[in-house]
């Protein structure tokens, strides 16, 4: 079900990647908010999340404290901040709990990350396309 509203920064949500072209993701993964669009409501920034670790860990990788999802089981979650995505609030959903409401209704999770791993993630974006001061020192 699309989500119905624009989410803030630092949520984490399920996104459908499907539809792109590889080496695009073209599955559903959780991904992390990065930032809301200024002028389009239906239009987030996000970076998806991994269980699997890097082949050769760079500064646009950023392995998570802890895996925000509650009845994962992975016990790694990196977030790959070098594969930012412009996507449409019809592409994401929130995380179900697996639970159902006594009405029948299903329960969702309105998850977050701390603002010391955005900070993070961040960085990492900034790497990862090359934003970064010490990227800039060395183009020089």
């Keep these: 079900m699309p989500l119905p509203y624009q989410p803030k920064p630092r949520a984490v949500l399920l996104c459908d990647f499907r539809g792109y072209i590889e080496p695009e993701i073209v599955k559903r993964r959780p991904v992390i908010v990065l930032k809301a669009h200024k002028t389009n409501a239906k239009l987030v920034a996000v970076v998806p999340r991994s269980t699997t670790k890097p082949l050769h860990v760079r500064e646009h990788h950023h392995q998570l404290a802890r ?5 994962d089981s992975a ?6 901040c070098d594969m ?3 996507v449409s609030t019809d592409r994401l959903d929130m995380i179900r709990s697996g639970r159902r409401r006594p009405d029948g209704r299903r329960e969702y999770l309105r998850l977050q990350i701390g603002p010391d791993q955005f900070d993070a993630i961040r960085r990492g974006v900034m790497a990862g396309l090359g934003l970064s001061r010490e990227r800039e020192a060395e183009e020089s």
């Design 67 to 71: 895996n925000p999802l509650p009845d």
């Design 84 to 86: 930012v995505a412009v």
């Design 75 to 80: 016990k790694e979650v990196w977030v790959k």
